[in-house]
């Protein structure tokens, strides 16, 4: 990734390393081997897919972790053995006293924004799913980056689509949105309450909704048992629907964006 540009670069599932505003940035770490962690339906152990790349490239020269809830599949317990556990770490509020447990001295929960230099940071509360299944998912956020000169970045988090990020669109007006478009399942409640992160249906409805001018980045597939979509059903159903895919960005892990 070149020093100065903004670019983004896919980890695996959710997983991605930001350069943005002067700073390195990891969002949701989930830095496991392949099977290391438990399976969410018990048919295959998480993740289901090596990292494509040396530990090295996504760790070194961080400036901070960006965590959007504190999930196996967004952050697991190997974290604190690749990171410098004095690293800034920011969370929503309800994950600040679990990653401090885990040995992080320097975490700080963002309630509404943070400052960091050049870069601001904005919170958006979302909900990881409806109904029963998103009580019991427990919450999450996304976050709004902005900084001079650079294109605006939503990160939905395992957010679904609904008016509360409908607004933060409307209010932050992204160049790039990351959705987070599993469609992912648990299936004593999916069959009433759906899933619990986007799935390809409602990417399309996100694309009809939104402005020409912002393009997704969909990430969070191909790496969990309970992920319903992946990159070719995804891309299956965006040439249904005749999607113009300079819209709709679907990387594969180790791909770096620049935007």
Same mark, same amino acid.
Request: one cysteine or more.
């Given at each position: 990734?070149?020093?100065?540009?903004?670019?983004?670069?896919?980890?695996?599932?959710?997983?991605?390393?930001?350069?943005?505003?002067?700073?390195?940035?990891?969002?949701? %770490?989930?830095?496991?081997?392949?099977? *290391?962690? @438990?399976?969410?339906?018990? #048919?295959? &152990?998480?993740?289901?897919?090596?990292? !494509?790349?040396?530990?090295?490239?996504?760790?070194?020269?961080?400036?901070?972790?960006?965590?959007?809830?504190?999930?196996?599949?967004?952050?697991?317990?190997?974290?604190?053995?690749?990171?410098?556990?004095?690293?800034?770490?920011?969370?929503? %509020?309800?994950?600040?006293?679990?990653? *401090?447990? @885990?040995?992080?001295?320097? #975490?700080? &929960?963002?309630?509404?924004?943070?400052? !960091?230099?050049?870069?601001?940071?904005?919170?958006?509360?979302?909900?990881?799913?409806?109904?029963?299944?998103?009580?019991?998912?427990?919450?999450?956020?996304?976050?709004?980056?902005?900084?001079?000169?650079?294109?605006?970045?939503?990160?939905?988090?395992?957010?679904?689509?609904?008016?509360?990020?409908?607004?933060?669109?409307?209010?932050? &007006?992204?160049?790039?949105?990351?959705?987070?478009?599993?469609?992912?399942?648990?299936?004593?409640?999916?069959?009433?309450?759906?899933?619990?992160?986007?799935?390809?249906?409602?990417?399309?409805?996100?694309?009809?909704?939104?402005?020409?001018?912002?393009?997704?980045?969909?990430?969070?597939?191909?790496?969990?048992?309970?992920?319903?979509?992946?990159?070719?059903?995804?891309?299956?159903?965006?040439?249904?629907?005749?999607?113009?895919?300079?819209?709709?960005?679907?990387?594969?892990?180790?791909?770096?964006?620049?935007?």
């Amino acid at each position: 990734m070149e020093k100065g540009k903004t670019c983004i670069r896919l980890i695996r599932n959710a997983t991605l390393r930001i350069n943005y505003g002067g700073k390195n940035i990891l969002v949701d %770490p989930m830095l496991a081997g392949k099977g *290391e962690l @438990e399976s969410a339906l018990g #048919v295959y &152990k998480t993740p289901r897919v090596h990292l !494509v790349m040396p530990m090295d490239e996504i760790t070194k020269g961080l400036d901070m972790v960006l965590l959007t809830h504190n999930h196996i599949d967004h952050y697991d317990p190997t974290v604190k053995r690749y990171l410098p556990l004095d690293i800034p770490f920011f969370t929503q %509020p309800q994950d600040k006293e679990f990653i *401090e447990q @885990e040995g992080f001295t320097k #975490v700080e &929960k963002i309630e509404d924004n943070k400052s !960091v230099d050049n870069l601001m940071i904005y919170r958006i509360p979302g909900n990881h799913g409806f109904g029963k299944i998103g009580q019991i998912m427990g919450p999450v956020s996304g976050y709004v980056l902005t900084a001079h000169e650079c294109p605006t970045i939503y990160i939905m988090g395992d957010c679904r689509w609904e008016t509360g990020v409908r607004k933060a669109v409307e209010k932050f &007006k992204p160049d790039y949105i990351v959705v987070n478009c599993g469609g992912a399942i648990f299936p004593e409640f999916s069959k009433t309450d759906g899933c619990i992160i986007p799935d390809e249906n409602e990417v399309m409805r996100i694309l009809n909704e939104i402005s020409d001018s912002i393009k997704l980045i969909a990430v969070h597939m191909d790496a969990t048992d309970h992920g319903q979509t992946s990159r070719t059903i995804l891309r299956n159903e965006a040439l249904h629907c005749h999607v113009d895919m300079s819209r709709l960005i679907i990387p594969d892990d180790g791909e770096i964006i620049t935007l």
